[in-house]
């Protein structure tokens, strides 16, 4: 590896820190306007300070809100970005995203449930990342220790951008490299979360944000009907319900237990309480009411829970309305994670590096993916099946002892997870990349129309793993590389490098570490004209009459859904494998071989949009990047699309 140049450390400083100059360049993009929405821009400046206004009492009155420094006797408290109207939306790709949901699910939980197909897929990660390692070891100890609960409920957010596609067009569109020619547009899929899926309750109430400011006429567009409702809320409620239900009600003897009762892990010095308590209320609302709880992991997970003599996961809680000294027990439905996602979740100690979130009177610590990875080595040995217990001793896992043994106390109780942990281990980009393979696609979804459809969606992905040629193709070419995203294998949602940045990154990792990192195809983004209101100001542009304009921004479109289904036990998976050799049938991943979940619940369950400006890289509301926003139906016919060669 070449000794980086002075000049070449300053900028992977700025790399490390969030401050790299190069913006979010890209070769070209797609920009639509749509009869009957663009002229909300220009907007008179009288007119924007009264839509501010509302907008404002209306992110407070509706908690659009982010809390920091939550330990605080007087926690400081921020608005969520918002758009200040809805963004325009093709419909037809909003049918279409909504469409093939149901589809993408059931892939997904076919995929968990496949444990010799995952386990070849995360084989690399398993062999070579600590955190993966970690989480893998978790599944092998419940499986050695027999899992008492079949069922499992996921929550899951398909994201997309709208990709443009030159449609033959001329070069030669003169000085401007502006094309008139209609382009062709297509969704992108970005990634799919399947655990401590976010965005639900703040998407939810920016919708009905929107449709209150053009009901009321404070925008001043055409229809309410072309800005559709959003159920996010209710259906994973609804979802979460069923699951409880399906529990079957007290199983525990013991005499301190009064109810049964939903946990929801969360994590130590939360900013987003505002998205997660919604769903608590609701719950709380529901008649009958069921009762929901929040767990901090893994702290409270050890003070808290504990398992009763049939593994049923009991937690205490504190019963106001009771003087007694004794404990007073409700014995958990089901397990709701929103925490657990990250590795620092599970070193016991959080610091939320971007924001400076700190719990007052401790010393800060800076627990973060690199520096764990950096302070440690991965382990050469290939985990065995038959071990008799987690190594939670060896120094490579002990600074996720804490978390891991929180973990594992959680999964191999009665409770139903929502997710397991081979649903969590399904939301790796590297996942994602094998089911872009048309025949990892085949093997778990039947349906030939879904199956193309949802194939119309990848974009070209690369792992070191398993293309390493390409993928140095792809860095070592500073032509190519411009059109990439390096993304963590782990998650898609932040952490990315884009392109020219990506050699330089890559240069200071030794090359056995380019496996914790994918390549994805950047898309060329349709870009349309709003004003943002983050927690920071007002994005926006003035013309030369003082008039407001929208600046250039670009939406990610995420589909909610949600999913309960029953996984097969092991008997079975070897009964179906006796019945198929008996019958001459080959076990080569056919989706046949994996239809035998017993699906309780699929369907979609809401949206969320978000939006940030075209030169910015990474969409995070929370973040401070982008905001939430809410679509516009624009039908076909009724806008163009203009396609342009961006120079930065």
């Known amino acids: 590896?070449?000794?980086?140049?002075?000049?070449?450390?300053?900028?992977?400083?700025?790399?490390r820190k969030g401050k790299s100059k190069s913006y979010a360049v890209m070769s070209g993009a797609g920009y639509i306007q749509g009869s009957g929405y663009a002229s909300r821009w220009p907007m008179s400046l009288r007119g924007f300070i009264a839509l501010e206004k509302a907008i404002q009492d209306y992110r407070i009155c509706h908690s659009l809100l982010l809390k920091f420094l939550p330990n605080a006797s007087v926690p400081a408290i921020s608005p969520i970005g918002v758009t200040v109207t809805p963004s325009i939306m093709p419909k037809h790709l909003w049918d279409e995203a909504?469409?093939?949901?149901?589809?993408?699910?059931?892939?997904?939980?076919?995929?968990?449930?496949?444990?010799?197909?995952?386990?070849?897929?995360?084989?690399?990660?398993?062999?070579?990342?600590?955190?993966?390692?970690?989480?893998?070891?978790?599944?092998?100890?419940?499986?050695?220790?027999?899992a008492l609960q079949d069922f499992t409920m996921g929550i899951f957010r398909s994201d997309y951008m709208i990709h443009v596609e030159k449609n033959n067009l001329d070069e030669h569109?003169?000085?401007?490299?502006?094309?008139?020619?209609?382009?062709?547009?297509?969704?992108?899929?970005?990634?799919?979360?399947?655990?401590?899926?976010?965005?639900?309750?703040?998407?939810?109430?920016?919708?009905?944000?929107?449709?209150?400011l053009n009901m009321s006429n404070t925008v001043g567009l055409n229809s309410s009907g072309n800005i559709p409702p959003n159920g996010a809320i209710t259906n994973i409620v609804e979802s979460l319900a069923q699951a409880h239900l399906l529990y079957g009600?007290?199983?525990?003897?013991?005499?301190?237990?009064?109810?049964?009762?939903?946990?929801?892990?969360v994590q130590p010095n939360n900013v987003n309480p505002a998205d997660e308590r919604p769903i608590e209320y609701a719950l709380q609302s529901m008649q009958p009411s069921i009762a929901c709880y929040r767990c901090i992991f893994p702290g409270q997970v050890h003070e808290l829970c504990k398992l009763g003599s049939n593994r049923e996961l009991l937690y205490t809680f504190h019963d106001v309305q009771s003087n007694a000294t004794h404990e007073t027990l409700a014995e958990i439905s089901v397990v709701y994670w929103r925490a657990g996602h990250e590795p620092r979740d599970y070193t016991g100690h959080f610091r939320d590096v971007d924001r400076e979130v700190q719990d007052p009177g401790i010393k800060p610590t800076k627990t973060t993916f690199k520096s764990i990875m950096s302070n440690l080595k991965p382990s050469k040995r290939e985990p065995k099946e038959s071990e008799p217990s987690l190594p939670f001793l060896e120094p490579i896992l002990k600074s996720f002892a804490p978390g891991?043994?929180?973990?594992?106390?959680?999964?191999?109780?009665?409770?139903?997870?929502?997710?397991?942990?081979?649903?969590?281990?399904?939301?790796?980009k590297v996942v994602q990349a094998a089911l872009a393979h048309s025949t990892a696609l085949s093997r778990f979804v039947e349906d030939e129309s879904d199956r193309l459809a949802i194939q119309k969606t990848f974009l070209p992905m690369h792992t070191f793993a398993n293309s390493p040629g390409e993928f140095k193709a792809i860095v070592e070419d500073d032509a190519a590389v411009k059109d990439w995203i390096l993304k963590p294998c782990l998650e898609g949602g932040g952490n990315n490098i884009h392109g020219r940045d990506i050699p330089l990154f890559l240069r200071h990792l030794p090359e056995p570490m380019w496996r914790h990192y994918i390549l994805q195809k950047r898309v060329s983004p349709l870009v349309h004209k709003n004003v943002l209101m983050g927690s920071q100001g007002i994005d926006q542009r003035r013309d030369k009459h003082g008039n407001v304009e929208g600046i250039d921004c670009v939406s990610e479109l995420g589909i909610f859904g949600t999913a309960i289904w029953k996984r097969r036990r092991e008997k079975d998976i070897h009964r179906n494998k006796d019945r198929r050799s008996q019958e001459g049938m080959e076990s080569s991943g056919k989706a046949g071989d994996l239809a035998a979940i017993e699906n309780f619940r699929n369907t979609n369950a809401g949206w969320s949009l978000k939006t940030k400006s075209l030169a910015v890289k990474e969409?995070?509301?929370?973040?401070?990047?982008?905001?939430?926003?809410?679509?516009?139906f624009v039908e076909d016919g009724h806008y163009t699309v203009k396609y342009r060669d961006l120079v930065w």
């Open 249 to 265: 009600g007290q199983q525990s003897v013991e005499k301190a237990v009064t109810h049964t009762a939903i946990l929801m892990i």
């Open 1 to 15: 590896m070449d000794k980086l140049t002075q000049e070449e450390n300053k900028a992977l400083e700025g790399l």
């Open 173 to 212: 569109t003169g000085s401007d490299k502006t094309s008139q020619e209609k382009c062709k547009l297509r969704l992108g899929q970005i990634e799919v979360n399947t655990m401590a899926t976010a965005g639900a309750g703040h998407a939810t109430r920016v919708a009905e944000m929107h449709q209150y």
């Open 619 to 632: 969409m995070s509301v929370v973040k401070g990047y982008g905001c939430f926003d809410a679509p516009y």
């Open 404 to 428: 891991i043994e929180a973990r594992t106390l959680l999964e191999s109780s009665m409770a139903i997870q929502c997710p397991d942990i081979l649903t969590h281990l399904t939301t790796y």
């Open 98 to 146: 909504h469409k093939i949901e149901e589809a993408i699910q059931l892939a997904y939980m076919r995929a968990s449930d496949d444990v010799t197909w995952l386990a070849k897929v995360l084989e690399d990660l398993i062999e070579n990342d600590i955190f993966t390692q970690a989480l893998w070891n978790i599944h092998l100890a419940i499986r050695q220790k027999g």
